[in-house]
């Protein structure tokens, strides 16, 4: 497991269901989640994630973003601009069949330029029983926690890993 972790605020929780109604019978089956934002995720584009060597990843819904409901791990990561149109299809395909709320590949950002880049590939995902405070989260940067209030979806913040 990486020395850091990666939050993200504001995921749909019935995108989250789907993975989750596939990983808890196959925990290990790469699924995709896809964050609304034109910008790389810049330290999973930096050093990229493997299965040997994961990124934990703590998920708040997008109404609950000052409480973390999910953890996964993220195995890999694509800038989506950059995927072959062959990776593409089987992209999609996986996409439509196992995670028809994603509604395949796409560029949903909201930023000026339309692209959503990032693409993470991500396992067991796990549904807390107990949902904790963002608060509970360091950053990396500046050793802070990590502040609640938040009142849009969308962006990360690189922390510390705790176990759930």
Request: net charge positive.
């Amino acid at each position: 497991m990486k020395s850091e972790a990666i939050l993200i605020y504001g995921v749909y929780e019935s995108v989250l269901k789907e993975i989750l109604n596939v990983q808890k019978e196959l925990p290990d089956h790469v699924m995709y989640l896809q964050p609304y934002k034109s910008s790389p995720i810049k330290h999973l584009r930096d050093e990229e994630p493997t299965s040997e060597n994961p990124y934990k990843l703590f998920l708040t819904i997008t109404n609950d973003l000052n409480n973390v409901h999910y953890t996964a791990e993220i195995i890999g990561w694509d800038n989506k601009t950059l995927i072959s149109e062959e990776k593409k299809k089987v992209l999609m395909r996986l996409l439509y069949t196992l995670q028809p709320e994603e509604g395949g590949l796409y560029n949903a950002s909201r930023s000026d330029d339309g692209e959503s880049i990032n693409l993470l590939h991500i396992r067991r995902l796990i549904k807390l029983k107990k949902p904790f405070k963002i608060s509970t989260l360091v950053k990396t940067k500046d050793n802070n926690p990590v502040k609640e209030g938040r009142t849009s979806s969308g962006g990360w913040a690189y922390v510390k890993p705790i176990t759930s």
